[in-house]
């Protein structure tokens, strides 16, 4: 499978629009508000989810992400896209209804800083919705080092592993449980008003297996919200801003 030159530091955004970033999309729209929204997409990697939004949702989409040649992909796609690390977020406080972070929580220097930005930027009673890799997917899917050298792809079972071997071979990334998610959120302004894990769309399976690809992702996707999901793909959070 072919990556960019920042697999590995970044990970790879979405560049394709299908059945599983759909899905995301209409979580999204059910637990906040995206019509005639003021909407930030932190870490908008090319603009996939902006420019959905935008079309779909309000005119104010804006976004940011700290690879300047992938906020000017999300720029030539019609989206207010600056070139910034998620740690110091370019805009005022208290000015969207909607802030996405989609995947992007494990990538960044500093984590809980991030949310804090994200937080300031949301206005009360705005949310933020926060998608992120679960520890307990039995597959790593940004890849792994190995004696120096980075391999792209899903590795199984590194994030079993205890956390001082684990991050040797996959320093590049977080993944988090329940636990550590949730630890990040203590902020007196934030209200965490859903957290649930979910499974991938399995589109690239899909495609090449078909049918029964398809099935098993009806199966998984069913095992959401029951003991089963504790080995979901993400996390998906909603966190609302308080006064």
């Known amino acids: ?115 804090q930005e994200m937080l300031r930027v949301t206005r009360v009673g705005g949310r933020i919705l926060l998608f992120c890799p679960n520890r307990w997917y039995p597959f790593e899917t940004h890849g792994h ?18 956390a001082a071997l684990r991050d040797r071979l996959a320093p590049h990334v977080r993944a988090y449980t329940a636990r550590d998610i949730r630890r990040l959120l203590a902020d007196d302004r934030a209200l965490l008003v859903h957290h649930q894990r979910i499974f991938g769309g399995y589109d690239n399976l899909i495609t090449r297996l078909g049918a029964p690809a398809s099935a098993l992702r009806s199966l998984l996707q069913r095992c959401e919200g029951t003991r089963l999901d504790f080995w979901a793909l993400s996390h998906f959070l909603v966190v609302q801003k308080r006064g």
């Open 1 to 115: 499978m072919a990556h960019s030159d920042q697999a590995a530091l970044r990970g790879e955004p979405s560049y394709v629009w299908r059945a599983g970033q759909e899905r995301r999309l209409q979580m999204m729209a059910r637990w906040a508000q995206l019509s005639d929204a003021r909407v930030l997409v932190a870490g908008c990697g090319v603009g996939m989810y902006a420019r959905q939004i935008r079309q779909r949702f309000t005119s104010q989409v804006d976004g940011f992400d700290i690879e300047f040649d992938r906020a000017r992909s999300a720029r030539a796609a019609g989206i207010l896209a600056l070139t910034a690390a998620g740690e110091h977020i370019p805009f005022a406080a208290d000015r969207f209804d909607t802030v996405l972070s989609h995947e992007v929580l494990e990538h960044v220097v500093d984590d809980r800083r991030a949310l």
């Open 145 to 162: 080092y190995w004696r120096g050298k980075y391999y792209f792809g899903n590795t199984p079972l590194i994030n079993y592993l205890p």
